[in-house]
């Protein structure tokens, strides 16, 4: 027990300060609480409240970034002023993504229920949130905020990665996009879907190692598309379990077939290509 104890005390004193997860997860939730009503207990019924927390958590956020310089460059104020001045092009991106959501799911009945019940909506709020603080050269804080809602979500979005308007995630379970990867605008992403790397060896950290995705593609449920130099076409649909390290053209289609000989009883599996003419290619 006495080395356990040594350990323990060694670790304790050589982990580096950093903002507990607790807090980063109420300052998280505080402010999605402020920016969508679906979020708070208790319904906000004037406008002076509103400033009210939204200056609080400010200066909580402020004493964060003061806490942990190591963290980022600059001051706490100065940072925390730049991302609380994103907040209202935040908040509208994000109700594109609602209504991109709403829009693409029969089911849903309401942009409310979006807001409350889908977990892909928790996912891309938390991205678009940690994505600013990246953007604004924070470190950690971003990845906590989106493991946070990795955890709550099964959806893993890094917050490096750089996603455009009407962005749609239905479902969302084991959904994972890479650090580099570019998604353009209206793009839809069904459950199961990897946007990865094809090398996990650290010399690339610094390379783009994930796909880039155009606009209006549709990419179906367990879907892997992986490669910093893979590019899918505007327009273009990928099926539901396609695994793809190459580029395709605007327009194409890309699904996986199964067929089985009767006679020999033997199965081949391929992938079909097509461009927008229906032509294989």
Known sequence: ?????????????????????????????ELVS?????????????????????EELKFTFTAILDRNPQLHEGTGKELADRFFDSLERIFDWLQLDVEAMFAGDPAAKSR??????YPGFFAIAAYRIAHELHRLGIKLIPRMITEFAHSRTGVDIHPGASIGRYFCIDHGTGVVIGET??????????????????SVDKADA??????TIEDEVI???????????????????????????????????????????????????????????????
């Open 1 to 29: 027990m006495d080395s356990l104890i040594d350990k323990l005390f060694k670790a304790h004193t050589q982990c580096p300060d950093c903002p507990s997860p607790q807090a980063i997860q109420r300052f998280f939730e």
């Open 34 to 54: 402020i920016l969508f009503p679906e979020f708070n207990s208790e319904r906000i019924r004037e406008k002076e409240e509103i400033q009210g927390r939204l």
């Open 112 to 117: 409310t229920e979006v807001i409350r019940s």
């Open 181 to 198: 990867c570019v998604i353009g605008e209206h793009v839809k992403v069904y459950q199961g879907v990897t946007l990865g790397a094809l």
């Open 206 to 211: 610094d390379l783009k190692r994930h796909p």
């Open 219 to 281: 990419i179906y449920s367990g879907a892997t598309i992986l490669g910093g130099k893979t590019l899918i076409g505007k327009g273009s649909i990928i099926g539901g379990n396609v695994w793809l390290t190459r580029s395709v053209p605007a327009g194409s289609k890309v699904y996986y077939q199964s067929q089985m000989y009767h006679a020999g009883t033997e199965v081949t599996d391929r992938y079909i290509f097509k461009n927008d003419q229906n032509e294989a290619i």
